[in-house]
T-cell receptor, first 114, second 112 residues
Framework: GDSVTQMEGPVTLSEEAFLTINCTYT??????LFWYVQYPGEGLQLLLK?????DKGSNKGFEATYRKETTSFHLEKGSVQVSDSAVYFC?????????????FGKGTLLTVNP | DGGITQSPKYLFRKEGQNVTLSCEQN?????MYWYRQDPGQGLRLIYY???????QKGDIAEGYSVSREKKESFPLTVTSAQKNPTAFYLC???????????FGQGTRLTVV
């Protein structure tokens, strides 16, 4: 079945550092790919998405490019802030028929220190 | 404001009791989902529903039950058959023909 593997955390950075969180996937078809963010004690918020190969999703300074050849969707940000501290989840959705179940990675905890 | 409302935010129950978690959405979404989150485990799908009066088991449905009598509502019952019910439960919904899901704020269930 479909699966998502993302780098294990925790990741600790200083403010203004460069961020990369790796994500690779396994899927039989052509899934859509997502990054979600979860702040402490809250639900998940969609951060960005890409629906086909070579698409780049971007939001709030975060970017990720759908790489079909390497089955990857790595999250990057050029300069992190303390407010970016959260858990980040990579996810994919099956694209067959009307079934849009999401499959998630295990999450990566990011802590940004001032 | 449109959104997904889960209640309560915190729930405590004695072992062996059934408990029902509420999920309501006013986004007019057809599909709704229940996920369970445990530390270091990511999110795992419990049940999902594509339309009213229809739902399917997810990856970890044992010990849980759901109903979908109204488009807006998708309650989850954690039964006494669920061996390890203490977790953070997240409800989500998605609109037709779109793949991303929108999440509620979650319910933290603690069984003592």
């Amino acid at each position: 079945g479909d699966s998502v593997t993302q780098m294990e955390g925790p990741v600790t950075l200083s403010e203004e550092a460069f961020l990369t969180i790796n994500c690779t996937y396994t899927a039989t078809g052509y899934p859509s790919l997502f990054w979600y963010v979860q702040y402490p004690g809250e639900g998940l918020q969609l951060l960005l998405k890409a629906t086909k190969a070579d698409d780049k999703g971007s939001n709030k300074g975060f970017e990720a490019t759908y790489r079909k050849e390497t089955t990857s969707f790595h999250l990057e940000k050029g300069s992190v802030q303390v407010s970016d501290s959260a858990v980040y989840f990579c996810a994919l959705s099956e694209s067959g028929g009307s079934n849009y179940k999401l499959t998630f990675g295990k999450g990566t905890l990011l802590t940004v220190n001032p | 404001d449109g959104g997904i409302t889960q209640s309560p935010k915190y729930l405590f129950r004695k072992e062996g009791q059934n408990v029902t978690l509420s999920c309501e959405q006013n986004l007019n979404h057809d599909a709704m989902y229940w996920y369970r989150q445990d530390p270091g485990q990511g999110l795992r799908l419990i049940y999902y529903s594509q339309i009213v009066n229809d739902f399917q088991k997810g990856d970890i449905a044992e010990g849980y039950s759901v109903s979908r009598e109204k488009k807006e509502s998708f309650p989850l019952t954690v039964t006494s058959a669920q061996k390890n019910p203490t977790a953070f439960y997240l409800c989500a919904s998605s609109p037709p023909l779109r793949t991303e899901a929108f999440f509620g704020q979650g319910t933290r269930l603690t069984v003592v």
